[in-house]
């Protein structure tokens, strides 16, 4: 925590960023906004080894040890956002609680086109949930990590990492803009159980909806702590055992015939 | 990481943040001071309440509930505490995050390399999956209620 040249750079990175500031991008009816914090880590993935060289090794371990720390004040800051608007969340609870069986999403989406694509038990790790540190170590625990399904997992582990924030960024903007659904249960959603997504969605939306800003934050960190309250037990309950489901289902569809039943797990289950 | 190292970090995002929230969104270093160590005290302390309570609760979760508090209306001093941190834009506190999460990213390239095209469209879909899923839900639940 003492590399004062990482702090350094990360401030060169914000002011780069801050400057370029918000660029909305008008596109047929909406609008895209790129923020300066997808500009930040677009920027800062460019200083490491592998292209400009400016952050080596050291500063990329250092970094990760950090990112942890530098969240706090941000969730700081999205408490201040739900105390006023306290009343009106727990109005609106019921959505919160129900939006977070929208995970089911994930299984639904997923398990199919991972089948399509000719993914086989990798499907169950992949797409069971976005694969946040939780879920790795659940599939690990339950597959190996060394297992098809503990594949599945990190990849998309390491796919959501590099990309995630920027993805959600601007999927939410693109949601705002071309579809019916407010902003509120975009801001709701944007909530998956990553503090880093669940920020870009937000900025995104606040960007475009500047008065709702209390509201939008409060609703997506609230609904990020709910996700990161149930989102184990949404898996092992709901979204492991509907993959299964889904995956012999697709799979049959697909080849013509049931899978092999998966080896590794049968035995586990004797134990 | 011990307290006083930790201490420290928030001490430096924070000065970091107060950069971008003055050359972003033109709001004085110094008239967001105020605002910013409220946010410093309040992490630290949800740090220490984290590492001397019961239950293994992680820190975030006690820094929501404290900011929450101090900020519900009613709370003595509520109305005042949210001027103050909302001299702070909360756009400018992700920033830096994302400065320290892209240099850490350049870690996870060789491993992304090694990653199949196949996972990386299912990692997309998996996401947009949750995403529309909650959405949807929100919105419908929401109407049915008459918050929106």
Partial sequence: ????????????????????????????VGTIVLLPMLFAMILGVFITPKFLNIAKEKEMDDASSLIGLTLMLLMAKYGTNIGPTLPKILASSPALILQEFGNIGTVLFGVPLAVLLGLKREAIGGAH???????????????????????????????????????????ASLLAAY???????????????????MTAGVASLVAMF????????????TSNMLSGLDGIYMSIWLAIPFSEWLYKRAYR?????????PVKKEIKEEK | MNFRDSFIVLLITAAISLVGNFVGYQISIIEAI??????????????????????????????????????????????TISALVGKVNFLALATPILGYAGIYT?????????????????????????????????DVVLRIIGQI
């Fill in chain 1, 129 to 171: 949930s976005i694969s946040r540190e939780g879920n790795v170590a659940l599939i690990g625990e339950r597959f190996g990590l060394d297992s098809p399904e503990g594949e599945g997992v990190l990849g998309v582990y390491i796919v959501g990492t590099v990309f995630g924030t920027i993805f959600v960024g601007i999927m």
């Fill in chain 1, 179 to 197: 579809t019916p659904l407010h902003p509120y249960s975009l801001a709701m959603a944007s909530g998956v159980g990553s503090a880093s997504m």
């Fill in chain 2, 34 to 79: 105020p605002g910013m160590l409220i946010l410093v005290a309040i992490a630290i302390g949800g740090i220490a309440l984290a590492k001397y309570m019961p239950g293994k609760i992680p820190s975030v979760a006690y820094i929501v509930t404290l900011s929450t508090i101090i900020t519900v209306p009613g709370f003595p001093g509520a109305a």
């Fill in chain 2, 106 to 138: 350049g870690k996870n390239l060789d491993s992304l390399k090694k990653t199949g095209w196949k996972i990386i469209i299912l990692a997309l879909f998996v996401i947009f999956g949750t995403y529309i899923g909650s959405a949807i839900i929100a």
């Fill in chain 1, 1 to 28: 925590m003492k590399n004062v040249k990482l702090h350094l750079l990360v401030l060169g990175l914000v002011i780069i960023s801050e400057f370029i500031g918000v660029i909305s991008i008008p596109l047929g």
């Fill in chain 1, 253 to 261: 569809f697909k080849y013509g015939e049931f899978p092999e039943p």
């Fill in chain 1, 210 to 221: 500047p008065e709702m800003e209390e509201m939008i934050t409060a609703f997506g960190a």
